[in-house]
């Protein structure tokens, strides 16, 4: 029975035998637990019944004041909603993933020549492509490889269409020059179809055919072609030598590997491991967040339903816990247009993917440890040197600018151990004097904090400013502004020769400025927030530079209106390519002349 007063009994008695999802909410009207069920009546009432429920979930009864219910057509119907609504809603106390919006694929174009590129987003059926990848340095090096060995274009379209000479990858001889006629189109769709045999995974049916041009160019005399075609072999069998897991069959499947750390706290790491193809493309570890008490097959099953419902998925997924899988196979079956299995205990090749995979999983856990445990040594010597045992969230400041242009502030957070980049925010600093970091500082503040004036959020435990005390004093005063009066300011002023570990804390809360020795656990910490903060700000400035010098540069010429600009952009691919131009090249583009191209060219360099 919840302490709230909730009559939980005469609730459960006017519940329907129905399938459907329920609510859990707090008394302050927040959803703390979403769930499904077959029979509405018999999984809440058992909330209230079982006696051995575990502390996370005694605590979570404890605290309902509310339950709301939706009855559904279907089991399956439930689980939907309740995957929708746990992503929106982000209950408390439910099991939730960080939701990776989309993985990255390799894509070859479906033009006469193909492209070779990188791709994130939505599929088009006019397009091949191959993936998902675990993430895009994978994708990248694959790109790399089949460059090195295919030599496949990867420019855009406008810059392949408007080429007149061969580009710095044809010379390096990571393209084979199509845009220029230096290789046959039936060559060239060799090469294409070589490179998607070798992403489905038939390396060895490429090796086949390249060994048979290779001999049949050398019984032509082509010597320099068949040393190509053999350089191109060499290379494919080097790869496949190197491969970690090649079932040999062009089979595609995910496998799925949970590691728990048993000590209550809830730290859990599951491993999602890609093959495709055959060959093993990488693997990725997920950390839930509100996993205390859970065993590993709720985890792997609030994993399944939240990473694949309304996203692709392989034939076949591997899992290494007994869960319910028939109304999920079901689902993705119908979502996907293709059967689905989602297989346990597997045997042969697939139990030695899912022993890697929990073994990844396993060491990822552990690395995850031992990092939050240095992260804990730190916060702890933090909260020591300044005396705030309740110091858990920092917020920190920066601000970046060249010589006062596209001046930017960035606010980082760091809370309970951890970065999270999903709070960060950037702040276009607009109306003060150029190059004034104060009024930057002032500004950046303002609007952080005028939400928190205004009800929204909290102050953070303690305010990190990148600077000295007349950054910290700017950043008083705009606090003072908005009646904010209790929050805590700590400036990091940068030592002598601006050198690592010489930094001074500046702050009302400090008698005179304190300098930490250089292996100190607490300034590491300030020193890792302040980098961040750093990195933020700069990342944002040289964007917000370079997006306002790229819009200008060719509009402050004169002579260069609307028309002539788009003719040069359209004709080079856009202002990188205007910029590597000749004069030469420049002329040759319609509406430009002679005199013209001159007077771009010098502009411009």
Same mark, same amino acid.
């Given at each position: 029975?919840?302490?709230?007063?909730?009559?939980?009994?005469?609730?459960?008695?006017?519940?329907?035998?129905?399938?459907?999802?329920?609510?859990?909410?707090?008394?302050?009207? !927040?959803?703390?637990?979403?769930?499904?069920?077959?029979?509405?009546?018999?999984?809440?009432? &058992?909330?209230?019944?079982?006696?051995?429920?575990?502390?996370?979930? *005694?605590?979570?009864? +404890?605290?309902?004041?509310?339950? !709301?219910?939706?009855?559904?057509?279907?089991?399956?119907?439930?689980?939907?909603?309740?995957?929708?609504?746990?992503?929106?809603?982000?209950?408390?106390?439910?099991?939730?993933?960080?939701?990776?919006?989309?993985?990255?694929? #390799?894509?070859?174009?479906?033009?006469?020549?193909?492209?070779?590129?990188?791709?994130?987003?939505?599929?088009?059926?006019?397009?091949?492509?191959?993936?998902?990848?675990?993430?895009?340095?994978?994708?990248?090096?694959?790109?790399?490889?089949?460059?090195?060995?295919?030599?496949?274009?990867?420019?855009?379209?406008?810059?392949? &269409?408007?080429?007149?000479?061969?580009?710095?990858?044809?010379?390096?001889?990571?393209? +084979?020059?199509?845009?220029?006629? =230096?290789? &046959?189109?039936?060559?060239?769709?060799?090469?294409?179809?070589?490179?998607?045999?070798?992403?489905?995974?038939? %390396?060895?049916?490429?090796?086949?055919?390249?060994?048979?041009?290779? *001999?049949?160019?050398?019984?032509?005399?082509?010597?320099?072609?068949?040393?190509?075609?053999?350089?191109?072999?060499?290379?494919?069998?080097?790869?496949?030598?190197? *491969?970690?897991?090649?079932?040999?069959?062009?089979?595609?499947?995910?496998?799925?590997?949970?590691?728990?750390?048993?000590?209550?706290?809830?730290?859990?790491?599951?491993?999602?491991?890609?093959?495709?193809? /055959?060959?093993?493309?990488?693997?990725?570890?997920?950390?839930?967040?509100?996993?205390?008490?859970?065993?590993?097959?709720?985890? #792997?099953?609030?994993?399944?339903?939240?990473?694949?419902?309304?996203?692709?998925?392989?034939?076949?997924?591997?899992?290494?816990?007994?869960? $319910?899988?028939?109304?999920?196979?079901?689902?993705?079956? $119908?979502?996907?247009?293709?059967?689905?299995?989602?297989?346990?205990?597997?045997?042969?090749?697939?139990?030695?993917?899912?022993?890697?995979?929990?073994?990844?999983?396993?060491?990822?856990?552990?690395?995850?440890?031992?990092?939050?445990?240095?992260? $804990?040594?730190?916060?702890?010597?933090? %909260?020591?040197?300044?005396?705030?045992?309740?110091?858990?969230?920092?917020?920190?400041?920066?601000?970046?600018?060249?010589?006062?242009?596209?001046?930017?502030?960035?606010?980082?957070?760091?809370?309970?151990?951890?970065?999270?980049?999903?709070?960060?925010?950037?702040?276009?600093?607009?109306?003060?004097?150029?190059?004034?970091?104060?009024?930057?500082?002032?500004?950046?503040?303002?609007?952080?904090?005028?939400?928190?004036?205004?009800?929204? /959020?909290?102050?953070?435990?303690?305010?990190?400013?990148?600077?000295?005390?007349?950054?910290?004093?700017?950043?008083?005063?705009?606090?003072?502004?908005?009646?904010?009066?209790?929050?805590?300011?700590?400036?990091?002023?940068?030592?002598?020769?601006?050198?690592?570990?010489?930094? =001074?804390?500046?702050?009302?809360?400090?008698?005179?400025?304190?300098?930490?020795?250089?292996?100190?656990?607490?300034?590491?910490?300030?020193?890792?927030?302040?980098?961040?903060?750093?990195?933020?700000?700069?990342?944002?400035?040289?964007?917000?530079?370079?997006?306002?010098?790229?819009?200008?540069?060719?509009?402050?010429? +004169? /002579?260069?209106?609307?028309?002539?600009?788009?003719?040069?952009?359209?004709?080079?691919?856009?202002?990188?390519?205007?910029?590597?131009?000749?004069?030469?090249?420049?002329?040759?583009?319609?509406?430009?002349?002679?005199?013209?191209?001159?007077?771009?060219?010098?502009?411009?360099?």
């Amino acid at each position: 029975m919840s302490d709230s007063g909730f009559n939980a009994k005469e609730f459960c008695a006017n519940l329907p035998l129905l399938p459907g999802v329920y609510r859990m909410i707090n008394a302050k009207g !927040e959803v703390i637990y979403v769930g499904k069920a077959v029979s509405l009546k018999k999984r809440v009432s &058992s909330y209230f019944q079982k006696s051995n429920l575990g502390p996370r979930i *005694q605590l979570m009864v +404890s605290q309902i004041t509310q339950i !709301e219910t939706t009855v559904t057509r279907s089991e399956a119907e439930a689980l939907l909603l309740e995957n929708n609504l746990i992503k929106s809603l982000k209950p408390r106390y439910n099991i939730i993933f960080r939701d990776d919006k989309s993985y990255p694929y #390799v894509i070859l174009s479906g033009h006469g020549f193909p492209r070779l590129g990188f791709y994130r987003g939505v599929l088009d059926k006019t397009h091949q492509y191959f993936g998902p990848y675990p993430n895009a340095g994978i994708v990248r090096e694959s790109i790399h490889l089949l460059q090195k060995i295919f030599r496949l274009r990867t420019c855009e379209d406008s810059v392949f &269409s408007n080429r007149t000479r061969p580009c710095l990858l044809y010379q390096i001889k990571r393209c +084979s020059g199509p845009c220029i006629g =230096q290789i &046959s189109a039936q060559d060239y769709r060799m090469d294409v179809r070589n490179a998607e045999l070798f992403l489905q995974g038939k %390396q060895t049916e490429v090796i086949a055919g390249i060994e048979t041009q290779m *001999q049949q160019a050398s019984e032509r005399m082509e010597y320099e072609q068949a040393a190509l075609l053999r350089d191109q072999m060499q290379a494919l069998r080097r790869i496949r030598e190197k *491969q970690f897991v090649d079932s040999g069959k062009a089979l595609d499947a995910d496998v799925i590997a949970c590691a728990l750390h048993n000590d209550g706290s809830g730290r859990v790491c599951v491993n999602l491991a890609m093959i495709r193809g /055959g060959r093993h493309l990488g693997d990725k570890s997920f950390f839930p967040q509100n996993a205390d008490d859970c065993t590993a097959g709720n985890v #792997v099953e609030a994993f399944l339903a939240q990473h694949y419902l309304n996203r692709s998925a392989p034939s076949l997924i591997i899992v290494g816990e007994s869960i $319910e899988r028939e109304i999920l196979q079901q689902l993705l079956t $119908e979502q996907c247009g293709h059967k689905i299995t989602i297989q346990f205990n597997p045997i042969g090749e697939k139990r030695v993917w899912l022993n890697m995979a929990t073994e990844n999983a396993r060491l990822a856990l552990q690395q995850q440890l031992s990092r939050q445990a240095s992260q $804990e040594k730190r916060l702890l010597a933090l %909260q020591q040197v300044l005396n705030m045992p309740g110091l858990q969230r920092i917020e920190c400041f920066d601000i970046s600018h060249t010589l006062g242009e596209a001046t930017v502030a960035s606010c980082v957070v760091y809370d309970h151990f951890a970065m999270r980049n999903n709070e960060y925010r950037r702040y276009n600093i607009e109306g003060i004097t150029p190059g004034d970091d104060y009024a930057a500082m002032r500004e950046a503040l303002s609007r952080r904090y005028q939400k928190v004036v205004s009800g929204e /959020g909290q102050l953070p435990d303690l305010i990190l400013i990148d600077g000295g005390k007349g950054q910290v004093t700017a950043a008083q005063e705009a606090l003072y502004e908005l009646g904010i009066y209790d929050a805590n300011l700590v400036g990091v002023a940068k030592g002598e020769e601006r050198k690592p570990g010489l930094e =001074q804390l500046i702050s009302p809360l400090l008698e005179k400025p304190l300098q930490l020795p250089s292996e100190h656990a607490a300034l590491h910490l300030i020193q890792q927030i302040r980098d961040e903060a750093h990195r933020f700000a700069i990342q944002g400035h040289r964007g917000r530079r370079g997006k306002a010098r790229t819009s200008s540069s060719l509009e402050d010429i +004169s /002579g260069v209106g609307a028309k002539r600009r788009q003719k040069l952009l359209g004709r080079f691919g856009g202002l990188k390519g205007v910029l590597t131009a000749s004069i030469e090249e420049l002329q040759q583009t319609e509406g430009i002349s002679r005199k013209l191209a001159e007077k771009i060219y010098k502009e411009l360099h």
